[in-house]
């Protein structure tokens, strides 16, 4: 019996800002779309187009708490990059890196709804 990750899910409040974040951000794209027949909620997920993983954003429609509960943000999601000072400079401009860590070579932004993506240069 063999696992393999599929997917990650992160909820979102505005769909098409977290899409235009991803997008900006990351590169990432849509890859496919599910939309409840009801419109209670709309599931995309997001590719790299290298890898088979895939982010998946949930929109629930009747979500009534405003932002998600993210405890201390502990988890994550991490990026490879193969420009990580070009990287850097990217989401600095874009005002989203929230953490930098210089000793390990690393740094995280931070999506519309408070996620943590870390950043980390490729190994070569």
């Not at 290298?50 to 405003?66: A, D, F, R, V």
């Not at 990287?87 to 000793?103: L, S, T, V």
Request: glycine letters at 8%; proline letters at 2%.
């Amino acid at each position: 019996m063999n696992f393999r990750f599929a997917h990650n899910n992160f909820n979102v409040t505005d769909l098409q800002t977290s899409l235009d974040f991803y997008r900006e951000a990351l590169g990432l794209v849509e890859v496919r779309r599910k939309e409840a027949s009801d419109g209670s909620f709309i599931l995309v997920f997001l590719g790299d187009g290298s890898s088979k993983h895939q982010l998946e954003l949930t929109w629930l429609k009747n979500w009534e708490k405003g932002t998600y509960n993210l405890g201390d943000n502990e988890f994550h999601l991490a990026f490879e990059t193969d420009d990580l000072e070009g990287a850097r400079a990217k989401h600095r401009e874009m005002g989203c890196i929230c953490y930098e860590n210089k000793q390990m070579g690393i740094y995280f932004i931070v999506d519309p709804d408070g996620y943590w993506l870390e950043i980390v240069p490729s190994k070569h």
